[in-house]
């Protein structure tokens, strides 16, 4: 039985991201992961080291030492990433304020075969965001101006450390949404966000970054800024340069400006949280979803019972309807809200008249609007807090979307807290978590290569949107063919020739 809660007018959703992980190492509640160096092989590249001359350079470029860190407790969080699984061990932090310090900086680091490691804001999932050994970790922390919004093309021009959340709530102010929503907006910034490609919770609905992203300020290696920030959807004026840093993770540049088209604002959003028996319930109320909401449809999520399981137990949440096997999170945002209560009424009575969906609650109420996105949002975290978390963010085509689950539950065995499913089903991408209570060689060896093979078989792909980062580079194999591979390093050779760009990252060493 459907409830329904009816509160019209409703205002647009504020998410946050849950506990900070960085305050779970500091107070020892998390174990320090062990060294890059020492968990995985990898040798240092030919770079040189840092010097105390560099360390009074960087002082005079920024105009001082409050923006060049040193010190050892300083420096921790940059060196750990978010899920705990790498740790480099740079003696350098610089927190440039605008695109000529990250000019200067870079000049003097190519110059010098200084490595370097651009860091936003550090949610990244794949180990891209944090040093391997001591490259220099360039934060973009102090770039975080936010220069127009303009109400009537849509268009945000902002510095690349704007948090995520914050711009969403400056141009909700202006009616315009952000064209991406993920669980880590209070933290994530806008250039980790382009730099990763970041999908999200609403891509069904906006689309990907290189869509949205209508202009980017970028430095290369060799401290040349490339002004890309053209303010228009339609430009068709050669060779689109934007797309080379979008996704490519600090590999060719540090983004340092942004132009983004931000759609406007829904009146009318609705959020229903449904239960149903089987996988197989879940992709036929998908297809229903899409052929009777249309248009309206902004987010369909698929959660699975352990994964809701975690994020209820971990941080007290209470969910609105019995337990089932699966559960799906369905949004709807229009601007007419007797049409889209229609619509969506309309969905899930026969839904539930072919006994596809079992249960379920319905809401434009924003808190519990709010409290809904909750129970999914902090699947992510609460699965680390089991102690470990192998993360796997892979694209499956809809007929095998479940079958890795099963097949991995079966192969770890007890050696797993949890292994469970939950993610993107309107975009095909399963977050396929496994949880435990450390990292251990036994358990990884188990998991890696298997759930690439298994998703190189199925013609997947074997990362839907965290990237490659420095956890997947062996693997980019599985989904890119050996030519376009020795395309993506002669183009790394040619825009960073002395290679000190977020090394060992996205490219197969
Ligand atoms: P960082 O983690 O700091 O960096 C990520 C990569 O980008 C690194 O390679 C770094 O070197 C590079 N980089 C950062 N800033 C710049 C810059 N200005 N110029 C050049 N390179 C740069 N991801 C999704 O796609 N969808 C989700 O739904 C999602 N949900 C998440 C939920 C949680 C709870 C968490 C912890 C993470 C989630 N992520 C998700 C992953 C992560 O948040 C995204 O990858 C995000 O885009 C990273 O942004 P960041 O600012 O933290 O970047
Ligand atoms: C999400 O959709 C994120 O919640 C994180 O992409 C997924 O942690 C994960 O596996
Ligand atoms: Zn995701």
């Given at each position: 039985?459907i409830?329904?809660?009816?509160?019209t007018?409703?205002k647009?959703?504020?998410r946050?991201?849950?506990?900070?992980?960085y305050?779970?190492?500091?107070?020892?509640?998390r174990?320090?992961?062990?060294?890059?160096k020492?968990?995985?092989?990898v040798?240092?590249?030919q770079f040189a080291?840092?010097?105390?001359?560099?360390?009074?350079?960087?002082k005079?470029?920024?105009?001082?030492?409050?923006r060049?860190?040193?010190?050892?407790?300083?420096?921790?969080?940059?060196?750990?990433?978010?899920?705990g699984s790498?740790?480099?061990?740079?003696?350098?932090?610089?927190?440039?304020?605008?695109?000529?310090?990250?000019?200067?900086?870079?000049?003097?680091?190519?110059?010098?075969?200084l490595?370097?490691?651009?860091?936003?804001?550090?949610?990244?999932l794949?180990?891209g965001?944090?040093p391997?050994?001591?490259e220099?970790?360039?934060?973009?922390?102090?770039m975080?101006?936010?220069?127009?919004?303009?109400e009537?093309?849509?268009i945000l021009?902002?510095q690349?450390?704007?948090?995520?959340?914050?711009?969403?709530?400056?141009?909700?102010?202006?009616?315009?949404?952000?064209?991406?929503?993920l669980?880590?907006?209070?933290s994530?910034?806008i250039?980790?966000?382009?730099?990763?490609?970041?999908?999200?919770?609403?891509?069904?609905?906006?689309g990907n970054?290189?869509?949205?992203?209508?202009?980017?300020?970028?430095?290369?290696?060799?401290?040349r800024?490339?002004?890309l920030?053209?303010?228009?959807?339609k430009?068709?004026?050669?060779y689109?340069?934007?797309?080379?840093?979008?996704?490519?993770?600090?590999t060719l540049?540090?983004?340092?400006?942004?132009?983004i088209?931000?759609?406007?604002?829904?009146k009318?959003v609705?959020?229903?949280?449904l239960?149903?028996?089987?996988?197989?319930?879940?992709k036929?109320t998908?297809?229903?979803?899409?052929?009777?909401?249309?248009?309206?449809?902004s987010?369909?999520?698929?959660?699975?019972?352990?994964?809701?399981?975690?994020?209820?137990?971990?941080f007290?949440?209470?969910?609105?309807i019995?337990?089932?096997?699966?559960?799906?999170l369905i949004e709807t945002?229009?601007?007419?809200?007797?049409?889209?209560?229609?619509?969506?009424?309309?969905?899930?009575?026969?839904?539930?008249?072919e006994?596809?969906?079992?249960d379920?609650t319905?809401?434009?109420?924003?808190t519990?609007?709010?409290?809904?996105?909750?129970l999914?949002?902090?699947i992510a975290?609460?699965?680390?807090n089991?102690?470990?978390?192998?993360?796997?963010?892979?694209?499956?085509?809809?007929e095998?979307?479940?079958?890795?689950?099963?097949?991995?539950?079966e192969?770890?065995?007890?050696?797993?807290t949890?292994?469970t499913?939950?993610?993107?089903?309107?975009?095909?991408?399963?977050?396929?978590?496994?949880?435990?209570?450390?990292f251990t060689p036994?358990?990884?060896?188990?998991?890696?290569?298997?759930?690439?093979?298994?998703?190189?078989?199925?013609?997947g792909?074997?990362s839907?949107?965290?990237?490659?980062?420095?956890?997947k580079t062996?693997y980019?194999?599985?989904?890119?063919?050996?030519?376009?591979?020795l395309?993506?390093?002669?183009?790394?050779q040619m825009?960073?020739?002395?290679?000190?760009?977020?090394?060992?990252?996205?490219?197969?060493?």
């Amino acid at each position: 039985m459907i409830q329904r809660t009816v509160l019209t007018g409703a205002k647009l959703l504020k998410r946050t991201v849950g506990s900070s992980l960085y305050r779970q190492f500091a107070s020892g509640h998390r174990e320090i992961p062990a060294l890059t160096k020492e968990r995985y092989p990898v040798k240092r590249g030919q770079f040189a080291e840092v010097t105390d001359g560099d360390v009074s350079k960087f002082k005079s470029i920024l105009g001082g030492s409050s923006r060049v860190l040193t010190q050892a407790e300083e420096i921790q969080g940059y060196n750990i990433d978010y899920l705990g699984s790498v740790r480099g061990y740079s003696r350098v932090v610089l927190k440039p304020k605008n695109t000529e310090e990250v000019a200067e900086i870079l000049r003097y680091c190519n110059g010098r075969k200084l490595a370097v490691c651009p860091q936003g804001g550090n949610t990244g999932l794949v180990g891209g965001s944090v040093p391997v050994f001591d490259e220099i970790v360039v934060s973009l922390q102090l770039m975080d101006k936010i220069e127009k919004i303009d109400e009537y093309s849509g268009i945000l021009v902002c510095q690349a450390g704007c948090i995520l959340g914050t711009l969403e709530e400056k141009v909700n102010e202006k009616g315009l949404v952000m064209p991406l929503d993920l669980g880590a907006k209070g933290s994530c910034h806008i250039g980790g966000n382009v730099s990763t490609n970041a999908g999200g919770l609403r891509l069904v609905r906006y689309g990907n970054l290189h869509g949205s992203v209508l202009g980017v300020e970028a430095v290369t290696a060799e401290g040349r800024i490339m002004d890309l920030m053209s303010n228009f959807k339609k430009d068709n004026t050669g060779y689109h340069l934007k797309h080379l840093f979008i996704g490519s993770e600090g590999t060719l540049g540090i983004i340092t400006r942004l132009s983004i088209f931000c759609p406007t604002a829904s009146k009318s959003v609705n959020v229903a949280f449904l239960g149903l028996e089987s996988y197989d319930a879940v992709k036929n109320t998908f297809l229903a979803a899409k052929r009777g909401l249309g248009e309206i449809l902004s987010s369909c999520e698929m959660i699975d019972e352990l994964s809701l399981e975690s994020s209820t137990q971990h941080f007290n949440l209470q969910s609105p309807i019995d337990k089932y096997p699966f559960y799906m999170l369905i949004e709807t945002s229009g601007s007419n809200v007797a049409h889209d209560e229609e619509k969506l009424t309309t969905f899930l009575e026969n839904s539930m008249e072919e006994g596809i969906v079992l249960d379920g609650t319905v809401t434009n109420e924003p808190t519990k609007m709010r409290n809904i996105w909750k129970l999914r949002e902090l699947i992510a975290d609460s699965l680390i807090n089991d102690g470990y978390c192998f993360k796997y963010d892979i694209s499956l085509p809809l007929e095998n979307f479940y079958d890795i689950v099963l097949a991995v539950r079966e192969r770890v065995g007890p050696l797993a807290t949890k292994v469970t499913g939950y993610g993107h089903i309107g975009d095909s991408n399963l977050h396929l978590n496994v949880s435990c209570q450390k990292f251990t060689p036994e358990i990884y060896k188990l998991l890696e290569p298997f759930v690439y093979e298994y998703t190189s078989k199925v013609r997947g792909s074997v990362s839907a949107e965290h990237g490659i980062g420095f956890l997947k580079t062996k693997y980019l194999k599985y989904s890119k063919r050996p030519e376009s591979l020795l395309l993506m390093g002669q183009m790394k050779q040619m825009m960073d020739p002395n290679g000190i760009l977020n090394p060992y990252k996205v490219l197969p060493c």
